[in-house]
């Protein structure tokens, strides 16, 4: 178990670039398994869930090529599919959730696939309702082994009508996978419609797929016999980019976040401003000046501000935790609500040691009464329990006074790329051990 040694305190300054977007990449490596030509991915963040992907279709056959340090090549050609029946797959698929995505296009080009219980955060229940409920509205056929936690789907697979009973996200671009080579029209009704689905979508028309609705909760997939090769680009990792807008806030740092694709970004960057956070948009890039205090806005009618959750296009549950860290120096009180996940808000626990202000009303809603500086938090030891939690331990160390130490950082790792490294490049006081 890897650790980081923080010492707050230091004042950051630069610049930071993004890296590719962690849940695309998932998505978007996943769809490689649709045809046999090559597949170019460009701007693939090097962390440890894409990582166990790229591993995972290596050893499902796929050719991979590395073209520079941030691209790979992809040639499904020969996809050996009883790689699906051994432990190695069960040990490997299970470590991580989006290796759930890989259903969707084995079954739509082979006629079969096979998963156990995916991983990913334990943040409450993760229902794969969505996933398999719409393969089976295709045509395909269902089994689960509920004492083995694996589930197989197979079948020809036919266009039809779906309203989904929930917009998940790896549930919409599992079944838009399968969709592509359908036969005949899906129409998918409450689809999620994340930047991530946009980009696949965008990617599998490239390939020769024929999706209408794009961006929006109404799909309309027109299946095709075949797809061809492509060349794609990864965004910026919106998550990534708001963890910066909270640290520079936190340590009261002025940091420029380069090419953000702010046109992408929806409504992160005013969910911030509402905290207080003054941003400018230089061109594509977001810079964040230096701020001993930030006020958090109310309600136009004096209320105390809540932000919540909601499905694309409303603010992403994965920065919520983010939102949080950032009000504990703020001034001004907000009612975080997370209304997605029931325990990605037990981590306050940990701020409430460092002497932040928070008190969570129940699993779901905690108040952060900021301190707008009045002291400095202190550092403590901790563990971290999940990705974005942990990164918010991470910008709390780097804002407190002391040292602390953050245990677990395989869980930071697994979306945030050599985070130690580029936050040192800033001034950041940080060693892993
Ligand atoms: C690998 C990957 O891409 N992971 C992301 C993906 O996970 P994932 O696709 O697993 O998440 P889902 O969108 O399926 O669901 C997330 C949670 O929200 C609930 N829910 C979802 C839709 C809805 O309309 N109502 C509702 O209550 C679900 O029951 C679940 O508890 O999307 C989540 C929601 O943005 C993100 O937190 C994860 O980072
Ligand atoms: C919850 C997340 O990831 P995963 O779905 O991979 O667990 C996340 O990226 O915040």
Redesign the pocket.
């Known amino acids: 178990m890897a650790s980081f040694r923080v010492k707050g305190g230091n004042r950051l300054k630069g610049s930071i670039v993004p890296q590719g977007a962690?849940?695309e990449a998932?998505?978007i490596i996943s769809a490689v398994l649709l045809t046999s030509e090559p597949v170019h991915i460009h701007k693939i963040p090097n962390i440890r869930?894409v990582i166990k992907l790229i591993d995972l279709l290596a050893d499902l056959g796929v050719q991979i090529e590395k073209t520079d340090e941030e691209s790979y090549r992809f040639t499904a050609k020969d996809v050996n599919l009883k790689f699906l029946d051994t432990e190695d797959f069960k040990e490997k698929a299970s470590s991580l959730?989006?290796s759930?995505m890989i259903l969707g296009p084995l079954l739509a080009r082979y006629g079969t696939g096979k998963m156990p219980r995916p991983g990913?955060?334990k943040?409450?229940?993760?229902?794969l309702d969505?996933h398999f409920v719409g393969f089976q509205k295709l045509g395909a056929q269902f089994d689960y082994d509920a004492k083995n936690s694996f589930y197989t789907v197979s079948g020809k697979l036919k266009g039809t009508y779906m309203h989904l009973d929930?917009?998940?996200?790896?549930?919409t671009a599992n079944i838009i996978m399968a969709a592509v080579l359908a036969e005949g029209l899906t129409t998918i009704y409450?689809a999620?419609c994340?930047p991530?689905i946009q980009q696949l979508c965008n990617m599998l028309v490239r390939m020769g797929a024929r999706i209408e609705g794009i961006g929006s909760n109404l799909l309309k997939i027109e299946g095709v016999e075949s797809l061809g090769g492509t060349d794609h680009t990864m965004l910026p990792d919106m998550i990534e980019i708001g963890s910066f807008i909270g640290l520079a806030a936190m340590t009261r740092s002025e940091i420029t976040i380069k090419d953000a694709r702010i046109d992408m970004l929806g409504i992160i960057p005013d969910t911030f401003r509402r905290l207080g956070i003054k941003l400018e948009f230089r061109g594509d890039d977001i810079y964040v000046p230096a701020q001993e205090h930030y006020e958090i806005e109310s309600f136009i009618d004096g209320s105390i501000l809540t932000i919540a959750?909601a499905?694309?296009p409303g603010f992403?549950?994965?920065l919520l935790s983010i939102v949080l860290v950032t009000a504990t120096q703020a001034k001004g009180t907000v009612l975080i609500h997370q209304?997605?996940?029931?325990s990605r808000l037990f981590f306050v626990d940990k701020l409430i040691d460092m002497g932040a202000q928070i008190i969570l009303c129940d699993p779901h809603r905690a108040t952060v009464i900021g301190l707008d500086r009045a002291f400095d938090l202190k550092g403590i030891s901790m563990t971290s329990p999940d990705i974005r939690a942990g990164v918010s331990l991470l910008i709390a160390a780097l804002s407190a006074d002391g040292t602390s130490t953050i245990h677990n950082v395989e869980q930071i790792d697994r979306g945030y790329q050599f985070i130690d490294k580029r936050l040192k490049a800033l001034g950041a006081d940080i060693e892993r051990f």
């Open positions: 962690k849940n998932l998505q869930d959730r989006g759930i990913g955060d943040i409450g229940r993760r229902r969505t929930e917009a998940s996200v790896t549930g409450n999620a994340e991530y959750d499905i694309w992403t549950p994965d209304k997605m996940f029931e």
